[in-house]
């Protein structure tokens, strides 16, 4: 193996553990800190941004990568071949960025995460706004840095999504909502509205818990590679695929919102641990992108949980779970009701049909907030009008509009195009998987999850960075994004459930 190489490796690792000790900190944060830490974890994780920045604009990097670029790509591997490549382009990126705005952004990241929490719980967005407006410009900066050049929501989304621009959103979004206003508000006319009243009531927080962990389990989860905890907002995070933590929350009048948390989050855990055994520490290994992580959550959460399958093979456990509450209930009753659709106001509680217009609405208000169109102390309104055109609903409070995405407060813009993109990428996986194994229903209503974990570790986790995300997919599906695959799933669902008459 290369000299250079190898030093560069040894330098990525380090990185790599500090990455690692970031994450520890931010979940910690999230989950046990005392509140009264968190100026103390701003300056922690301040002074960490510091040190990687650092690191990674060694100079010593910059020397190992031209040496090794007047041999690439000959004599390397495809892993390590992917590796420099990514560590060429981090590189390259980071040492246009000063390390007083990496560590302004670190700290003001954290610091306004509890801002932010602060505000929902006053119910004040004017006590977040002004936090807001300096992540905004400090964003603006960092984008300025890495291009000038380019607009700096585009720089944004790429953060995320490797090589989407707001060009290619566009058209897509624009399918989106062409197709799914009317579909929502076909579902919402329909004279047939399932029965969900067995899903409302009282339900054991502590049972909730052991039902979650048990399914969590059998869908694959290592619990002595993880954890499960509770927070404000549900995530998955960690250090490594050997310490992978996801966290949901409880409300004791609905157990199926903290269960496809819990569901959708270990989709998150299996693709973390899943990652190929080899260069763990090292870029390759990584996931590929955001919305190819929330592909894998959203391929467990709707394509296996919320199908009539899932709720055969476990609708005797959900009556032994709650037996007061399901006590007569089918699974054929079950799975309409956990598939209602009806347009609510907030984003993680809302269903697949309607979920894309939440994703929507903020992607236009993050354009307008990055081009100029929108300041900051309008964005209440923006965002109350916009529910209002797209759900037919006006939020009262901004608890329930403009306050309840935990993103802005750690300056993560540009993420949201991530969560339908990725519910496309699921869908459009979840049919290829289903031409080469036609039996897969069968296997969800017989519980042979382990089979279908196999087939997306083999597919997709243990790809990591080795793909494009057009070559992952093409590999995978045969060919590159296509959305029809998720309107369709859409449709053909939502037709049957509300019983939709096809339009003449």
Same mark, same amino acid.
């Not at 291009?147 to 290619?168: A, F, N, S, V, W």
């Not at 409880?250 to 819990?262: I, Q, T």
């Given at each position: 193996m290369h000299e250079a190489y190898e030093k560069l490796s040894r330098k990525m690792e380090e990185l790599g553990q500090l990455e690692q000790i970031s994450g520890i900190l931010h979940w910690d944060q999230e989950v046990i800190m005392p509140?009264?830490?968190?100026?103390?974890?701003?300056?922690?994780?301040? %002074?960490?941004?510091?040190?990687?920045?650092?690191k990674l604009t060694d100079p010593s990097i910059g020397q190992l990568l031209d040496q090794l670029d007047s041999q690439f790509p000959n004599g390397f591997d495809n892993f390590q071949q992917c590796n420099i490549q990514e560590i060429r382009r981090r590189y390259d990126r980071e040492i246009k960025i000063p390390v007083d705005l990496v560590q302004e952004l670190a700290e003001l990241g954290s610091r306004g995460h509890h801002i932010w929490v602060k505000a929902r719980q006053e119910n004040k967005f004017s006590e977040f706004a002004p936090v807001l407006e300096r992540l905004i410009e400090l964003k603006k900066q960092w984008a300025h840095h890495i291009?000038?050049?380019?607009?700096?929501?585009?720089?944004?989304? /790429? /953060?995320?999504? @490797?090589?989407?621009?707001?060009?290619? %959103?566009?058209?897509?979004f624009d399918v989106l909502k062409a197709e799914l206003v009317p579909l929502i508000r076909s579902i919402q006319e329909s004279s047939y509205q399932p029965d969900v009243s067995f899903l409302q009531g009282e339900f054991s927080v502590e049972k909730q818990e052991a039902l979650g962990r048990t399914i969590s389990e059998e869908l694959g989860f290592d619990f002595d590679k993880g954890r499960m905890d509770i927070s404000v907002h549900p995530f998955c995070?960690?250090? /490594?695929?050997?310490? %992978? @933590?996801?966290?949901? @929350?409880?409300?004791?009048?609905?157990?199926?919102?903290?269960?496809?948390? %819990?569901i959708h989050e270990t989709g998150h855990a299996l693709y973390e641990q899943g990652r190929m055994e080899r260069d763990r520490a090292l870029p390759v290994s990584e996931a590929l992108t955001t919305g190819i992580h929330e592909s894998q959550s959203l391929f467990w959460e709707r394509m296996i949980s919320k199908q009539k399958a899932f709720c055969d093979y476990y609708m005797d456990l959900f009556r032994k779970t709650f037996p007061d509450n399901l006590k007569g209930v089918d699974s054929e009753a079950f799975y309409e009701a956990i598939n209602v659709s009806r347009p609510s106001f907030i984003r993680v509680e809302s269903d697949e049909v309607t979920y894309p217009m939440h994703i929507i609405l903020r992607y236009e208000i993050e354009k307008g907030i990055f081009d100029g169109t929108y300041a900051v102390s309008d964005l209440p309104e923006v965002w109350n009008n916009k529910m209002s055109d797209y759900l037919g609903i006006r939020p009262a409070t901004d608890v329930e509009g403009i306050l309840q995405d935990v993103h802005w407060s750690g300056g993560a813009f540009g993420y949201f195009p991530s969560y339908t993109f990725g519910a496309m990428y699921a869908c459009q996986f979840y049919n290829a998987f289903k031409k080469e194994a036609p039996g897969l229903e069968d296997w969800v209503r017989n519980g042979k999850f382990q089979s279908i974990k196999e087939w997306l570790n083999r597919n997709i986790h243990v790809k990591g960075k080795l793909l494009s995300t057009e070559n992952l997919l093409k590999e995978v599906t045969g060919e590159g994004l296509n959305p029809e695959y998720f309107i369709a799933y859409l449709k053909n669902k939502y037709d049957k459930i509300y019983r939709l008459k096809p339009k003449a």
């Open positions: 509140s009264g830490a968190a100026q103390a974890r701003a300056g922690h994780l301040s %002074v960490l941004a510091g040190i990687q920045h650092q291009d000038p050049h380019c607009p700096p929501y585009d720089i944004l989304i /790429d /953060d995320y999504e @490797r090589g989407l621009t707001m060009k290619q %959103v566009d058209p897509i995070g960690g250090g /490594d695929p050997t310490d %992978v @933590r996801i966290t949901t @929350r409880y409300g004791s009048d609905n157990f199926m919102e903290s269960l496809f948390a %819990v």
